[in-house]
């Protein structure tokens, strides 16, 4: 018998499998068509100054609007996207796309810091990047000033050798640096010095149990410390409830984001939620 079941199992996990990788390349077909279809969307979610709650920045979030799926985060198709090379053109559309929405923005006197973009850590490695990132700051017209890189903790460490004159590069076109995720990619506080980098955003992971977790609050806490001796602003990532909140803002965390204050929301529904004519964020 036991036989027997381990030959149903057997067929059982080969039907899975190649379900699976059935899924999988359909989801990798339409994904190479996503692009020219225009079926990739930037949704945006407000950074919100710990100071004075205003918002001083959007992080640009990428949505799939999949024709049969619905709407689909980028937890499932951003490793797909690397994998197959996709991100290069991908995340070309969304650096030109986030540059473009922040200029009509700005345009239209709407305050909201700086736009925040996400490379891949393929796009960090591409020797493309700095003109790709000078090409979609001169079509947009959106001051460098205004532009956010965000670029994880593990893709700078996985690169050493070349992050600093990449960083460095970058720097030189007037963009800010942010490291994303930080916390969870093995590098020690103090090698960041040597990179020129403007913000550390603390990652979700640490966020999740302060106050409660005694370890999250002391590793918190020693981030937002050496952090602001190295000069670099302190963003805290998911932060959900009024308690996470005050326990960052006594820190001395300087920037807040996360549900508690907003979810990321396609380009109209951020307008008429923190544009409107209210101006929740006006002067
Ligand atoms: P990330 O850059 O660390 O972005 C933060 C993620 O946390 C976002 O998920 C955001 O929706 C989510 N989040 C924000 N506040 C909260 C909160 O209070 N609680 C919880 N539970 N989650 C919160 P999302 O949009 O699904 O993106 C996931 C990841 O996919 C991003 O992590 C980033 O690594 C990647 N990604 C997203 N957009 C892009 C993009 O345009 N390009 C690239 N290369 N990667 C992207
Ligand atoms: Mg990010
Ligand atoms: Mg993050
Ligand atoms: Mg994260």
């Known amino acids: 018998r036991a036989k027997e079941r381990g030959k149903n199992a057997f067929q059982l996990f080969n039907k899975e499998m190649s379900v699976r990788a059935l899924e999988q390349m359909l989801l990798e077909n339409s994904l190479r068509h996503a692009l020219e279809r225009q079926e990739f969307e930037l949704f945006y979610q407000p950074q919100l100054s710990a100071a004075d709650n205003r918002i001083c920045g959007m992080e640009a979030l990428v949505r799939w609007r999949h024709p049969t799926r619905g709407l689909t985060a980028p937890g499932l198709f951003i490793s797909l996207a690397e994998q197959t090379g996709l991100i290069v053109p991908m995340g070309d559309w969304i650096l030109r796309e986030a540059c473009r929405q922040g200029k009509a923005w700005l345009d239209r006197g709407y305050r909201f810091g700086r736009i925040a973009v996400n490379l891949s850590p393929c796009q960090f490695l591409s020797d493309d990047l700095p003109a790709a990132i000078d090409a979609a700051l001169a079509q947009s017209g959106l001051p460098p000033s205004m532009l956010e890189l965000e670029i994880t903790e593990s893709a700078i460490m996985q690169n050493q050798q070349a992050a600093t004159a990449l960083l460095k590069r970058m720097r030189e076109l007037g963009v800010t640096i942010s490291v994303d995720d930080f916390g969870t990619g093995y590098s020690s506080l103090a090698s960041l010095k040597q990179y020129p980098l403007d913000t550390l955003k603390i ?79 006006a002067g």
């Open 203 to 281: 990652d979700r992971s640490f966020v999740k149990d302060i106050p409660y977790d005694a370890d999250n609050v002391a590793i918190t806490e020693a981030i937002i410390a050496i952090a602001h001796k190295l000069r670099l602003r302190v963003v805290a990532e998911g932060v959900e409830s009024e308690e996470q909140n005050a326990f960052l803002r006594s820190a001395g965390c300087d920037v807040i984001q996360g549900y508690l204050h907003g979810r990321p929301l396609p380009p109209a529904e951020i307008e008429s939620r923190w544009f409107a004519e209210g101006e929740k964020n």
